[in-house]
């Protein structure tokens, strides 16, 4: 990042804090946050009475793969794809970003490992020069059932971003897909499959999600608990998948799909992880468990934007009119700091970042928020 601004006060703001919101102002030295007080300057940056909000923390989005490859068989080139990606990130006021690389590759991906290659490489080159808005990191999401999982891991684990890995397995049965109606509604429409072919293509998953799956699992993980990786379990359904995660050393339970999973999940010591798409939304796509649900029972942490970078900022907004801003923004900054390690950021307070958010919008509206300004490290990015 380049040189901070010196000093900057922003002032007449409503200052999210871990516990309230408090009218005041907030002065940002060399990058880092020197002072919070409440009521209004005479000088600075003046908020207009809208919200300043941490710098959003997006722990898994493939949203890079759809500016990658916009069209079937169209790879755009990847340093515009990444920069465009970036651009919309924060835009939607995400600071730091990890972005999810598929690893293990099977009939139905469109990209290579190739490309998930190309891609880790053009962001540590955009990060090394200085090219990108927000922050970004790299979570390797691992498809365990897949016969090439481990030597395309080992060949990602060189880059110096790769900070989170998901274990996941979509075979049909289970997890997120143990409704098969489901399942052939999803992957005989995206493959134009017949029926035939349909019931050949499940039995090879299954096929390989037995003979690959638990030997992977315990690989990856192994791995990732000797170079300090975190690691994420992926669309848990059982009690018995939760306890596998609790024994793998798992920190966080991406998208469990039932109640029981993400219950069992958050008394076992794991971060629960739901999508913004279904907050805003107001159920899962898949028909699996309701992120609402889980905040009404106090078991969601952290929330992802999954497929739609805005939706995290808009869910937030949305929470913040039954919980109140403070705890629904701590699930998009502080927890998910926290989970992936990153102490230097992710709340308003002293000697941390100046990752900041504008956003003019009032808690429980329907009508969604504005993003009118985002700052990283005190530097105006968007």
Not at 104 to 132: Q, Y
Not at 138 to 149: K, N, Q, T
Not at 356 to 373: D, F, H, I
Request: with cysteine.
């Amino acid at each position: 990042m380049s040189s901070h601004p010196s000093e900057e006060v922003f002032t007449n703001a409503r200052i999210v804090l871990k516990d309230e919101v408090v009218a005041g102002s907030v002065l940002v030295r060399g990058g880092r946050i020197a002072d919070i007080s409440s009521g209004a300057t005479r000088t600075g940056t003046d908020c207009g009475g809208d919200h300043l909000l941490p710098g959003l923390v997006e722990l898994h989005t493939d949203h890079l793969e759809g500016h990658y490859l916009p069209r079937p068989k169209v790879r755009w080139n990847i340093h515009a794809a990444l920069q465009a990606h970036d651009a919309q990130v924060c835009a939607s006021g995400i600071t730091t970003v990890f972005d999810a690389l598929r690893v293990g590759m099977d009939e139905d991906a469109a990209l290579s490992s190739a490309d998930m290659g190309a891609m880790a490489e053009a962001i540590t080159e955009a990060t090394d020069d200085d090219r990108l808005r927000a922050e970004h990191f790299i979570h390797l999401r691992c498809e365990v059932s897949a016969p090439d999982v481990l030597s395309s891991f080992e060949s990602l684990m060189g880059s110096e971003r790769v900070r989170l890995a998901s274990l996941m397995d979509h075979a049909p049965g289970q997890r997120q897909f143990v409704d098969l109606q489901t399942y052939r509604t999803y992957y005989q429409g995206k493959m134009r499959m017949t029926d035939a072919a349909f019931d050949a293509f499940c039995a090879r998953r299954v096929a390989e999600s037995e003979a690959n799956s638990p030997g992977n699992r315990r690989a990856i993980a192994e791995r990732c608990r000797a170079t300090g990786i975190t690691l994420a379990s992926h669309d848990d359904a059982t009690a018995a998948h939760v306890e596998e995660s609790r024994a793998l050393g798992i920190a966080l339970a991406e998208f469990p799909t039932t109640l029981e999973a993400a219950r069992l999940s958050r008394e076992s010591g794991l971060s629960v992880l739901m999508g913004a798409p279904n907050v805003v939304r107001g159920g899962s796509h898949s028909g699996n468990v309701s992120a609402k649900e889980l905040v009404e029972i106090g078991v969601l942490d952290v929330l992802s934007s999954d497929y739609v970078p805005f939706s995290l900022i808009q869910a937030t907004f949305l929470m913040a009119g039954s919980i109140g801003l403070p705890q629904a923004a701590a699930m998009v900054t502080r927890t998910p700091a926290r989970v992936a390690g990153l102490d230097d950021r992710g709340a308003i307070e002293l000697g941390l970042r100046a990752d900041l958010v504008r956003v003019r919008a009032e808690p429980g509206a329907a009508t969604p928020p504005v993003v009118r300004s985002v700052w990283r490290e005190g530097r105006r990015v968007a």
